[in-house]
Every structure is written in structure tokens, then in C-alpha cells.
């Protein structure tokens, strides 16, 4: 089956510096992926959608600056969290999907733990 | 705007009992839905799916979901759960401009011994 990796999976970074996750599509070529973030007991929010080649789709709300997107080969979208706070710990986790119609299963990575000191 | 509603937050149950996590949706076009599970520290994994055809669809593990479209329900079954059940369960539609999911605010499931 489809497998999606992230790395890493857990990072403990200082307040003001800045994080980049991996999300990486081991077995396919992932045309489109989606970053989600998840507060603690509460359900996942989509982050912003990105296709490769192209700019991001932020979902409303959601700082572009901050959250810095990159979908640059078919294989690799990386989420850089710029000048990181306490108030982005949270658990974030990508999707990849194989095409750009909605009809194309989304194949989940396993997550990113994030912890603001 | 599509939306999906879990009714329950947590369903504790013991084992050997039967279970079912409510899922109700909303939406205007034709629907697309999923069960996940998340165990404690994992990504999702998807259960079952349906996309069209039979409304009754069923996962590897013996949890089962019917898509009821008169009362815009997806609820998830499993007449005998297991302690390795356990876990975090999202109920999601396909929406979105970009065909995203939208995930419901999960149910923990607990089955006890």
C-alpha cells in the first residue's frame, strides 16, 4: 500500500527559532498534499493544501508567513514553522494524494510532534 | 459547506460488547465518506470507505458502517470489540475546493476487560 513518512517525529525546539517537517510519499508520486494540525483531544484541521510546482492554498485563518510551504518534487512538501511559539505545539500531520481530483485516495503520514519551550 | 458531526465524544464499553460510533453529516452535493482510526501518538489510518454503491461497507476487522442517506448518517459497528480496539476513531466527508477531507471531533473508543 500507499506509505507517507514524516520526520521528524517528535521536535522540542526554543521559542523563536524555526522547525522544518518532512513529508515524504514513499511509493507514489504525491501530485497533491495537505497539511493538518491537531490540538490535543480535538479533531484535525486542514492547515493548507499544496500541489507540486505550485503555491500553497492556505486555509482561512492560517498564517502563510508563519507556516511556510513547500511542495518542490512529487515525492517531498516540507512545513517550516517560522519563529516558532509555545501557542504552535501541537501534533501536525500530512497527507499525500496520488492526483488532483478529489477522487484520488489521501494516504496519511504518521505526524509531527511539535513542542514550543 | 459540507460538515460532519460525532455525536460522542468517548464510548467506553468492555470487551466482547458491541459498539457503535454515531456519525452524521451535512452536505449538498454527492458525498464521500470515511471512518479513520488513530491510535495514541499515530497518524490515521483509514477503516472503511464509501464512495458509491452498497451503502453497507465493511473494514479487514470486522467494524462494518452503512451510509444512510435519509438520515445523513455514517454510523460505525462492530458487534464484539477488542481491548486492541482501543483507540481514537474521526469520521471525515470529501469537500472542500481541493477535495480535502473534513474530519468530525473524533470518538475515543475504550474497551475495557
Known amino acids: 500500500g500507499a506509505v507517507v513518512s514524516q520526520h521528524p517525529s517528535w521536535v522540542i525546539c526554543k521559542s523563536g527559532t524555526s522547525v522544518k517537517i518532512e513529508c515524504r510519499s514513499l511509493d507514489f508520486q504525491a501530485t497533491t498534499m495537505f497539511w493538518y494540525r491537531q490540538f490535543p483531544k480535538q479533531s484535525l484541521m486542514l492547515m493548507a493544501t499544496s500541489n507540486e510546482g505550485s503555491k500553497a492554498t492556505y486555509e482561512q485563518g492560517v498564517e502563510k508567513d508563519k507556516f511556510l510551504i513547500n511542495h518542490a518534487s512529487l515525492t517531498l512538501s516540507t512545513l517550516t514553522v517560522t519563529s516558532a511559539h509555545p501557542e504552535d505545539s501541537s501534533f501536525y500531520i500530512c497527507s499525500a494524494r496520488q492526483g488532483l481530483a478529489a477522487s484520488y485516495e489521501q494516504y496519511f503520514g504518521p505526524g509531527t510532534r511539535l513542542t514550543v519551550t | 459547506a459540507q460538515s460532519v458531526t460525532q455525536l460522542d465524544s468517548q464510548v467506553p464499553v468492555f470487551e466482547e460488547a458491541p459498539v457503535e460510533l454515531r456519525c452524521n453529516y451535512s452536505?449538498?452535493?454527492?458525498?464521500?465518506l470515511f471512518w479513520y482510526v488513530q491510535y495514541p501518538n499515530q497518524g490515521l489510518q483509514l477503516l472503511l470507505k464509501?464512495?458509491?454503491?452498497?451503502?453497507l461497507v465493511e473494514s479487514i476487522n470486522g467494524f462494518e458502517a452503512e451510509f444512510n442517506k435519509s438520515q445523513t448518517s455514517f454510523h460505525l459497528r462492530k458487534p464484539s470489540v477488542h481491548i486492541s480496539d482501543t483507540a481514537e476513531y474521526f469520521c471525515a466527508i470529501r469537500g472542500g475546493s481541493q477535495g480535502n477531507l473534513i474530519f468530525g471531533k473524533g470518538t475515543k473508543l475504550s474497551v475495557k476487560p
Open positions: 464509501y464512495l458509491s454503491g452498497s451503502t
Open positions: 452536505s449538498s452535493v454527492s458525498v464521500y
